[in-house]
């Protein structure tokens, strides 16, 4: 059975800090790329960063180029997105989304809250 299971989200002041992380079962984690989106009320799912197979690639959204950091350790089979400089504008659900040719998985989301 497949499963994603994202944590570390919560209410953090702006300015703040949190690092999510993605725990993946049920499949072969390795050989699949990794990606965080976040969903805000009202608005559509958008891709916030994404990392390779293996780690040696990443990308990010220009939103939040050089605050966040999308990392993964294929041995505990988790996959991390280290958050800093928040704003209120990032207060939104993050998902966490698995991918490779021939198949895709959903978590099932955390809540960040950005709010003093």
């Known amino acids: 059975q497949v499963q994603l299971v994202e944590s570390g989200g919560g209410l953090v002041q702006p300015g703040g800090s949190l690092r999510l992380s993605c725990a993946a079962s049920?499949?072969?984690?390795?050989?699949?790329?990794m990606y965080w989106y976040r969903q805000a009320p009202g608005k559509e799912r958008e891709l916030v960063a994404g990392i390779g197979s293996t780690g040696g690639s990443t990308n990010y959204a220009d939103s939040i180029q050089g605050r966040f950091t999308i990392s993964r350790d294929n041995v505990k089979k988790t996959v991390y997105l280290q958050m800093n400089s928040l704003k209120p504008e990032d207060t939104a659900v993050y998902y966490c989304k698995a991918a490779n040719r021939y198949n895709h998985y959903w978590g099932q989301g955390t809540q960040v809250t950005v709010s003093s």
């Open positions: 049920g499949f072969t984690f390795s050989t699949y790329a």
